[in-house]
């Protein structure tokens, strides 16, 4: 389907270097989550971004931000990275006006951190 | 902040059991609890949602039903098929207002259905 994609869909960094994962919505959505999903855990919310503001906020530390861009695409940017930042980063897009709009997955960005 | 506790962690049923899955949040401003399928290497898909208007809702096989004094909410599958198997994850939602959206995840529940 022409759903939500993610760039890259691999990922191998080295401690204290930088990262950035991109997301494309499914066209029409103005809406985007990020999610940090950890082997055998629930995804752990991080960001939603809509029309471009911030949402919401996840409990994570400054070193992870995001950005929204005019066409709704998003970035998001982890700094420092730590080897426990080793994780399935998945994006999620929705039509964005409501809290209950259905958020629908990308395939997600597997990041690890030797 | 919210927390979301999922119970059982796993699930093994026999094809044509029902299986049930239980959640309880913390945050009274939850009012929206979607529930999403994953399987093995693929990306979560909402099989169902409740607002926290409605007490039940059924899709064909799958039901949840809320009880939001108690703040729970569980999942309700008859007549499991082996394509069942997969995790299941509950979730709570806060909604909007400036930047109080937060979607809380619930660790997630291993079904198995034996055929």
């Known amino acids: 389907d022409a759903g939500v994609t993610q760039s890259p869909t691999h990922l191998i960094k080295t401690r204290g270097q930088h990262v950035t994962l991109r997301c494309s919505p499914i066209s029409g959505h103005k809406s985007v989550s990020w999610y940090q999903q950890v082997l055998g855990q629930g995804p752990q919310f991080i960001f939603q971004y809509y029309e471009k503001e911030e949402r919401g906020r996840g409990n994570f530390p400054d070193r992870f931000s995001a950005r929204q861009f005019p066409n709704y695409s998003s970035e998001l940017n982890v700094n420092a990275l730590l080897l426990g930042d080793s994780a399935l980063y998945l994006c999620?897009?929705?039509?964005?006006?409501?809290?209950?709009?259905?958020?629908?997955f990308g395939p997600g960005t597997r990041l690890t951190v030797l | 902040g919210e927390n979301v506790e999922q119970h059982p962690s796993t699930l093994s049923v026999q094809e044509g059991d029902s299986a049930v899955i239980k959640c309880t949040y913390s945050?009274?401003?939850?009012?929206?609890f979607p529930w999403y399928k994953q399987e093995l290497g693929k990306r979560p898909q909402l099989i169902i949602d409740?607002?926290?208007?409605?007490g039940e809702k059924k899709d064909q096989r799958i039901a949840v039903t809320l009880n939001k004094t108690a703040k729970h909410f569980s999942l309700h599958i008859t007549e499991t098929q082996p394509e069942d198997s997969a995790v299941y994850f509950c979730?709570?939602?806060?909604?909007?207002?400036?930047?109080?959206?937060?979607?809380?995840f619930g660790k997630g529940t291993l079904l198995t259905v034996n055929p």
């Open positions: 979730a709570a939602i806060r909604g909007w207002g400036g930047s109080n959206y937060k979607l809380t």
């Open positions: 409740i607002r926290s208007n409605v």
């Open positions: 945050d009274s401003a939850s009012n929206y």
């Open positions: 999620a897009s929705s039509l964005g006006g409501q809290n209950t709009d259905t958020q629908y």
